[in-house]
């Protein structure tokens, strides 16, 4: 054995001349944990890796142990990577299987702290070792709580969770909605040729693979079909399904979920498997939402390794992952191979590895008499075979040396007989395959046992769901190949399609002998003794750590899962569960279907939040609503609220002012004169029907019965409980026509209020609802001064004997159409024009130009709180909490008991406990500091001296510095308050400080309501 | 995610353009006044967690905005079948029937 006539090239030592799927005329250089290393294109991470001998890819997260790839696919668990080359472009989690090489890509080990090679964490784990059993969080770190935020930062650092980019991400991100006949899942040969034969009835089919390529494992197969490699059969299809304009074919595209109602997500990798950040105009990872007609699962099966002594050891790998790097990437991963296997199927890697030139030490198979076509191929080749062995234990610490063989006795459960020790740098093993169930799991099937392949297999769905291939345990690629077809007919049959005949290839015929079962190789000590056996790799669970979980009393699966954290993490328990429950089932002394079953949930590979989040991010990250007078509110300075998805101006500061220098000019300047508030937002629901009025008299709790046209109201809505959840002023426009307005953050709400009544319940009410908040641009323009500037303006008749207090009227305003509504919200004399919203500009701007000799005052939303503050409105959702009713709120005259039909609320405000007399009620309180502000959600207490917990008796829900008045001004619930007025009422603050105030009537300006009424 | 059939629209759509407005077939008492305190809070609050089948009322409310009734599942979520409003199920829970 020479190995320099294997190698190509000075560092790449690992690669072969020739074969394999990879370009050997492009040469890649990239980085790993800061060094230069050259592979090619075609190469995934791994393989490049591999092929430049690089044994350690990070370090287990409890025992800081050194490890390697172990696998080529999804199922990888230990070569998870941090790529990115700048800190914009980090990705965490990224599976080395799973990355495909680029020129410059950088990567590094996700948990290898501070350095993979010479790892602090060594020398912890080996001592933490022994103190970090199962059960480890629970035991260890419960106690003192004090110490868990020391603990956490410690093991959030060993656990190797990756960590999320600093800076923006430069990258574009998309997300496409798909419908589709037939929703592939797996372009194997049974993917593949369910493909074919759903395109070739004419469905429409979409077709995904995680992988770069389309073919699964006939990539990495050395079998023929028709008597030619595989791999061009697959190439063939691939041609073939491209022909078809309803065929859309995705490669590097992960189905990380299986949802309702045949709903799938697949993320599909783009630029990010050829560049670092993505090239002008494209997107690096795009979302399918993806709605089927009928789902194929064609997932294929993933190898189990063994379990045994130090199988972590660098160069212990799972077989079919040797042959695959063997065969599609040129990669042998080491010089001198031993083999142990369960089964026929594995002695593939054997041959693979001896006919690629290298040293294949011997097979190990644990069954005393394999016969059968790969068996006869190894004796052919002169391959030692030991037969009834495994291997017990293997030696060195950063790759392989050796390993121990012991003879098994028939069950495989004992060591019977001495050991034996070989040199070698590379352990193959395979306990079989699991199917790959995970999809068919997410819609809540239930996986079940089967026998006769040692594995589970999809259970029943009511999903329309066909599965085909190594999925069902059908491992040759003859039957994966048949399934795909037949299940491609069914589901073509299902959808009212023609049936098209389609031509299978030609498979190879082999014979092969039955594989025993056996996950966990005995050693000569007991379990808990022996050199540590692991089953999940990426948690370091281990053999002993099941059984110990299961002595501890944990009998069902899902408690020794959770007690052991196998499964858990980004690897979900891919290679590791099946082994985990068999010898939780052999510690218990049951079956494996009686230990449980595995559960496994989306999504199957850790998904970007670049891919989930697609264009929703940014300025597109939530809708944004705009007034018809938004520019002009950017123009002159506003500062802006979010109320709903709406941007409504806050206060418009001037040159040098504080926030509250601007609530004082504004609040002062409408009282004074003349203030305009942009009330646009407010929801207004436009209401017709010969029942209209009648419908109203039921929603609200107030009389509607003779509101006369040209006359607004305020109304009070309740819910069945009887509490407020919505205000607001409803006008009559016509007998049949009203014009409701709602707070703007409840329009939606109310809308489907009104609705689902009208609907539900009383459908025989003709009446018909039409939201028209975007329809009218609303100003409201409020002060003494208010009615001089609009008669500036307009050609109506505004005075005080032609337009009173609630009445509205048609007019012109600024020569535009308009409807006034002589309405006030500040206890002001005030007018509400609406005009149709494109106009709404117009006249905003012509009321500041007529406006200027009043000194007219744009106001935002917190001086209108103030305004209405100060005459004791309320503000539904500030002042209420759903737990209020009308009376609480001292709002009796808006509740018409005696209404004929019983409103909404009437019956839930009567209940016992509404009518408690000490109850928590609304009234205006008075700091006896006037210059002190309460703090909104303060609790008030009746006995500041009471010892704590102190009983409260209601928070402050509203609470400013009015300038009008010179002090401060708040409301808030007191129990019993309103037979309270003139006590006390004390708030004990965080800061120390006690605020005491006095209960009073909320109305501070005003209180015979003289200024609306001018 | 749901892919329900709107009897409205008489087609499929996402379930992102519906609502879900809780348990269907709880009428609003004729005489409220009538009632007493349980009575009136059984109306409120009282709502079945079926493991199965559960009678649901939703809304088409990025589309026709019309209430209707779907049957469902609450282990599979399949839907069973959706009813128009004044309308009784044809699928009910062995419980129900
Ligand atoms: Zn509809």
Same mark, same amino acid.
């Given at each position: 054995?020479?190995?320099?006539s294997?190698?190509?090239?000075?560092?790449?030592?690992?690669?072969?001349?020739?074969?394999?799927?990879?370009d050997r005329?492009?040469?890649?250089?990239?980085?790993?944990n800061?060094?230069?290393?050259?592979?090619?294109?075609?190469?995934t991470?791994?393989?490049?890796?591999?092929?430049?001998?690089?044994?350690?890819?990070?370090r287990?997260?409890?025992y800081?142990?050194?490890?390697?790839?172990v696998?080529?696919?999804?199922?990888?668990?230990?070569?998870?990577?941090?790529?990115?080359?700048?800190?914009a472009?980090?990705?965490?989690?990224?599976?080395?299987?799973q990355?495909?090489?680029?020129?410059g890509?950088?990567a590094?080990?996700?948990?290898? &702290?501070?350095?993979v090679?010479?790892?602090?964490?060594?020398?912890?784990?080996?001592?933490?070792?022994?103190?970090?059993?199962?059960?480890?969080?629970?035991k260890?770190?419960?106690?003192?709580?004090?110490? &868990?935020?020391? @603990?956490?930062?410690?093991?959030?650092?060993?656990?190797?969770?990756?960590?999320?980019?600093k800076?923006?991400?430069?990258?574009?991100?998309?997300?496409?909605?798909?419908?589709?006949?037939?929703?592939?899942?797996?372009?194997?040969?049974?993917g593949?040729?369910?493909?074919?034969t %759903?395109?070739?009835?004419?469905?429409r089919?979409?077709?995904?693979?995680?992988?770069?390529?389309?073919?699964?494992?006939?990539?990495?197969?050395?079998?023929?079909?028709?008597g030619?490699? %595989?791999?061009?059969?697959?190439?063939?299809?691939v041609?073939e399904?491209?022909?078809?304009?309803d065929?859309?074919?995705?490669?590097?595209?992960?189905?990380?979920g @299986?949802?309702?109602?045949?709903?799938?997500t697949?993320?599909?990798?783009?630029?990010?498997?050829?560049?670092?950040?993505?090239?002008?105009?494209?997107v690096?990872?795009?979302?399918?939402?993806?709605?089927?007609?009928?789902?194929?699962?064609?997932?294929?099966?993933?190898?189990?390794?063994?379990?045994?002594?130090?199988?972590?050891?660098?160069?212990?790998?799972?077989a079919?992952?040797v042959?695959?790097?063997?065969?599609?990437?040129?990669?042998v991963?080491?010089?001198?191979?031993?083999?142990?296997?369960?089964?026929?199927n594995a002695?593939?890697?054997a041959?693979?590895?001896?006919? %690629?030139g290298?040293?294949?030490?011997?097979?190990?198979?644990?069954?005393?008499?394999?016969?059968?076509?790969?068996v006869?191929?190894?004796?052919?080749?002169g391959?030692?075979i030991?037969?009834?062995?495994?291997?017990?234990?293997?030696?060195?610490?950063?790759?392989?040396?050796?390993?121990?063989?012991?003879?098994?006795?028939?069950?495989?459960?004992?060591v019977?007989?001495?050991?034996?020790?070989?040199?070698?740098?590379?352990?193959?093993?395979?306990?079989?395959?699991?199917p790959?169930?995970h999809?068919s799991?997410?819609?809540?099937?239930?996986?079940?046992?089967?026998?006769d392949?040692l594995?589970?297999?999809?259970?029943?769905t009511?999903?329309?769901?066909?599965?085909?291939?190594?999925i069902?345990?059908?491992?040759?690629?003859?039957?994966?190949?048949?399934?795909g077809?037949?299940a491609?007919?069914d589901a073509?049959?299902?959808?009212?399609?023609?049936?098209v005949e389609?031509?299978?290839?030609?498979?190879?015929?082999?014979?092969?002998s039955?594989?025993?079962?056996?996950?966990?190789?005995?050693?000569t000590?007991?379990?808990?003794?022996?050199?540590?056996?692991?089953?999940?790799?990426?948690?370091?669970v281990?053999?002993?750590?099941?059984?110990?979980?299961?002595?501890?009393?944990?009998?069902?699966?899902?408690?020794?899962?959770?007690?052991?954290?196998?499964?858990f993490?980004?690897?979900?328990?891919?290679?590791?569960?099946?082994?985990?429950?068999a010898?939780?089932?052999?510690?218990?002394?049951?079956?494996?279907?009686?230990?449980?079953?595995?559960?496994?949930?989306?999504? @199957?590979?850790?998904?970007?939040?670049?891919?989930?989040?697609?264009?929703?991010?940014?300025?597109?990250?939530?809708?944004?609503?705009?007034?018809? =007078?938004?520019?002009w509110?950017?123009e002159?300075g506003?500062?802006?609220?979010?109320?709903?998805?709406?941007?409504?101006?806050?206060?418009?500061p001037?040159?040098?002012?504080?926030?509250?220098?601007?609530?004082n000019?504004?609040?002062?300047?409408?009282r004074?004169?003349v203030?305009?508030?942009d009330a646009?937002?407010?929801?207004?629901?436009?209401?017709q029907?010969?029942?209209?009025?009648?419908?109203?008299?039921?929603?609200?709790?107030?009389? &509607?019965a003779?509101?006369?046209?040209?006359?607004?109201?305020y109304?009070?809505?309740?819910?069945?409980?009887?509490?407020?959840?919505?205000?607001?002023?409803t006008?009559?426009?016509?007998e049949?026509?009203?014009?409701m307005t709602?707070?703007?953050?409840?329009?939606?709400h109310?809308?489907e209020?009104?609705?689902?009544y009208?609907?539900?319940?009383?459908?025989?009410?003709?009446?018909?609802?039409?939201?028209?908040?975007d329809? &009218?641009?609303?100003?409201?323009?409020?002060?003494?001064?208010?009615?001089?500037?609009?008669?500036?303006?307009?050609?109506?008749?505004?005075?005080?004997?032609?337009?009173? !207090?609630?009445?509205?009227?048609?007019?012109?305003? %600024?020569?535009?159409?308009?409807?006034?509504?002589?309405?006030?919200?500040?206890?002001?004399?005030? !007018?509400?024009?609406?005009?149709?919203?494109?106009?709404?500009?117009?006249?905003?701007?012509?009321?500041?130009e007529?406006? /200027?000799e009043?000194?007219?005052?744009?106001?935002?939303?917190?001086?209108?709180?103030?305004?209405?503050?100060?005459?004791?409105?309320i503000?539904?959702?500030?002042?209420?909490?759903?737990?209020?009713?009308?009376?609480?709120?001292g709002?009796?005259?808006?509740?018409?008991?005696?209404?004929?039909?019983?409103?909404?609320?009437?019956?839930g405000?009567?209940?016992?406990?509404?009518?408690?007399?000490?109850?928590?009620?609304?009234?205006?309180?008075?700091t006896?500091?006037p210059?002190?502000?309460?703090?909104?959600g303060?609790?008030?207490?009746?006995?500041?001296?009471?010892?704590?917990?102190?009983? =409260?008796?209601?928070?402050?829900?509203?609470?400013y510095?009015?300038?009008?008045?010179?002090?401060?001004?708040?409301?808030?619930?007191?129990?019993?308050?309103?037979e309270?007025?003139?006590e006390?009422?004390?708030?004990?603050?965080?800061?120390?400080?006690?605020?005491?105030?006095?209960?009073?009537?909320?109305v501070?300006?005003?209180?015979?309501?003289?200024r609306?009424?001018? | 995610?749901?892919?329900?059939?709107?009897?409205?629209?008489?087609?499929?759509?996402?379930?992102?353009?519906?609502?879900?407005?809780?348990?269907?077939?709880?009428?609003r008492?004729?005489d409220?006044?009538?009632c007493?305190?349980? /009575?009136?809070?059984? @109306?409120?609050?009282?709502?079945?967690?079926?493991?199965g089948?559960?009678?649901?009322?939703?809304?088409?409310?990025?589309?026709?905005?019309? !209430?209707?009734?779907?049957?469902?599942?609450?282990?599979?979520?399949?839907?069973?079948?959706?009813?128009?409003?004044?309308?009784?199920?044809?699928?009910?829970?062995?419980?129900?029937q």
């Amino acid at each position: 054995m020479t190995s320099s006539s294997h190698t190509h090239g000075s560092q790449q030592s690992n690669r072969l001349q020739d074969g394999g799927r990879i370009d050997r005329s492009k040469t890649l250089t990239f980085t790993y944990n800061g060094k230069q290393y050259k592979g090619y294109a075609g190469d995934t991470l791994a393989s490049a890796l591999l092929a430049n001998g690089v044994d350690i890819v990070g370090r287990s997260f409890k025992y800081s142990r050194p490890r390697g790839i172990v696998a080529a696919g999804a199922e990888e668990p230990n070569a998870i990577m941090q790529v990115g080359a700048t800190e914009a472009t980090q990705i965490p989690n990224v599976r080395a299987t799973q990355q495909s090489l680029y020129d410059g890509l950088v990567a590094g080990t996700t948990n290898g &702290w501070p350095s993979v090679e010479t790892d602090l964490m060594e020398y912890v784990g080996k001592v933490g070792g022994k103190m970090m059993p199962p059960g480890f969080y629970y035991k260890t770190f419960m106690f003192p709580q004090s110490m &868990w935020e020391t @603990y956490e930062t410690y093991i959030r650092k060993a656990a190797g969770l990756g960590r999320a980019p600093k800076e923006r991400d430069p990258d574009s991100y998309d997300k496409m909605n798909q419908h589709c006949d037939v929703m592939i899942v797996g372009a194997g040969p049974a993917g593949l040729a369910a493909a074919l034969t %759903a395109a070739l009835a004419g469905a429409r089919v979409i077709i995904a693979d995680e992988q770069s390529e389309f073919g699964g494992s006939l990539l990495s197969s050395t079998e023929t079909l028709d008597g030619k490699p %595989a791999s061009e059969w697959v190439t063939d299809v691939v041609k073939e399904l491209a022909t078809f304009d309803d065929v859309m074919m995705l490669p590097n595209s992960q189905v990380n979920g @299986y949802h309702d109602h045949n709903f799938l997500t697949i993320q599909q990798h783009c630029t990010d498997q050829f560049a670092d950040r993505a090239p002008n105009g494209q997107v690096a990872q795009r979302l399918h939402r993806v709605r089927a007609k009928w789902v194929i699962l064609a997932t294929g099966a993933h190898e189990r390794p063994l379990v045994f002594g130090n199988n972590d050891v660098p160069g212990c790998m799972v077989a079919n992952a040797v042959s695959t790097y063997i065969n599609r990437y040129g990669v042998v991963p080491g010089n001198d191979l031993v083999l142990m296997t369960s089964n026929d199927n594995a002695y593939r890697t054997a041959l693979d590895w001896h006919d %690629a030139g290298r040293n294949v030490v011997a097979i190990v198979d644990s069954r005393k008499n394999p016969q059968g076509t790969l068996v006869d191929a190894a004796r052919e080749r002169g391959i030692t075979i030991m037969v009834g062995s495994g291997v017990i234990d293997v030696q060195g610490g950063k790759r392989v040396t050796g390993v121990s063989i012991a003879p098994l006795n028939d069950a495989g459960d004992e060591v019977a007989g001495s050991i034996v020790k070989m040199k070698a740098d590379t352990v193959a093993s395979s306990g079989g395959w699991s199917p790959v169930i995970h999809l068919s799991c997410h819609t809540g099937a239930r996986p079940v046992w089967n026998d006769d392949i040692l594995g589970f297999t999809p259970g029943a769905t009511v999903q329309k769901q066909l599965t085909a291939g190594a999925i069902n345990g059908s491992f040759s690629t003859a039957q994966a190949l048949l399934e795909g077809l037949s299940a491609a007919q069914d589901a073509v049959q299902l959808l009212g399609l023609t049936e098209v005949e389609v031509a299978l290839p030609v498979t190879e015929e082999i014979t092969e002998s039955k594989a025993m079962a056996l996950f966990h190789i005995p050693h000569t000590k007991p379990t808990a003794k022996a050199p540590k056996q692991f089953v999940d790799y990426q948690n370091d669970v281990t053999a002993a750590g099941i059984e110990l979980a299961c002595r501890e009393g944990f009998e069902s699966i899902e408690h020794v899962k959770r007690y052991t954290a196998m499964g858990f993490g980004t690897d979900q328990g891919k290679l590791g569960n099946i082994n985990g429950m068999a010898i939780a089932a052999k510690t218990l002394n049951q079956t494996i279907p009686q230990t449980g079953t595995t559960i496994f949930r989306p999504n @199957y590979t850790p998904v970007t939040f670049g891919a989930i989040a697609g264009r929703d991010c940014g300025a597109l990250f939530d809708p944004e609503r705009y007034t018809a =007078m938004h520019s002009w509110h950017v123009e002159h300075g506003a500062k802006f609220e979010d109320v709903g998805l709406w941007k409504r101006p806050w206060y418009y500061p001037k040159a040098n002012e504080t926030m509250q220098d601007a609530l004082n000019r504004e609040c002062v300047a409408t009282r004074e004169s003349v203030g305009i508030l942009d009330a646009s937002t407010l929801g207004k629901i436009d209401i017709q029907g010969k029942d209209a009025r009648e419908f109203l008299g039921r929603v609200y709790s107030n009389a &509607w019965a003779k509101l006369p046209i040209g006359k607004c109201r305020y109304g009070l809505m309740c819910g069945e409980d009887g509490m407020v959840f919505d205000d607001g002023v409803t006008s009559c426009l016509g007998e049949n026509h009203f014009l409701m307005t709602t707070t703007s953050g409840g329009a939606a709400h109310v809308l489907e209020w009104l609705e689902i009544y009208h609907q539900t319940e009383w459908p025989e009410l003709e009446v018909y609802f039409t939201t028209v908040t975007d329809h &009218w641009a609303t100003m409201t323009i409020s002060g003494p001064n208010s009615r001089k500037l609009l008669e500036k303006i307009t050609d109506g008749d505004v005075s005080k004997d032609s337009m009173g !207090f609630m009445d509205w009227k048609t007019m012109k305003v %600024a020569g535009i159409p308009a409807r006034v509504f002589r309405i006030s919200f500040t206890g002001e004399l005030s !007018f509400e024009i609406n005009v149709q919203a494109n106009y709404g500009l117009h006249v905003w701007k012509a009321l500041f130009e007529h406006g /200027e000799e009043f000194n007219l005052t744009p106001y935002g939303t917190e001086t209108m709180h103030i305004l209405r503050a100060e005459k004791g409105f309320i503000i539904a959702g500030q002042d209420t909490d759903g737990s209020v009713h009308p009376f609480d709120l001292g709002l009796s005259w808006a509740v018409a008991m005696k209404k004929p039909f019983s409103f909404i609320g009437k019956r839930g405000m009567q209940r016992e406990d509404c009518v408690r007399p000490d109850r928590k009620q609304l009234v205006g309180l008075k700091t006896i500091d006037p210059k002190v502000v309460l703090p909104e959600g303060a609790q008030g207490v009746l006995d500041p001296n009471a010892p704590i917990p102190m009983p =409260m008796v209601g928070h402050v829900t509203s609470s400013y510095w009015s300038a009008n008045l010179n002090r401060s001004i708040a409301m808030g619930f007191v129990k019993g308050g309103l037979e309270k007025m003139g006590e006390k009422v004390f708030y004990p603050l965080a800061d120390g400080r006690v605020i005491e105030a006095e209960i009073c009537n909320p109305v501070f300006l005003d209180p015979k309501g003289e200024r609306q009424h001018v | 995610m749901f892919h329900i059939y709107c009897p409205h629209c008489c087609e499929y759509r996402e379930e992102e353009e519906f609502h879900a407005s809780g348990q269907a077939h709880i009428p609003r008492p004729l005489d409220p006044d009538a009632c007493t305190d349980q /009575e009136w809070g059984e @109306y409120m609050y009282f709502r079945k967690n079926p493991r199965g089948i559960h009678h649901e009322l939703w809304v088409h409310a990025a589309g026709c905005r019309k !209430f209707f009734n779907i049957t469902r599942d609450t282990q599979t979520y399949e839907i069973k079948e959706v009813y128009k409003i004044g309308e009784q199920p044809s699928v009910v829970a062995n419980s129900d029937q």
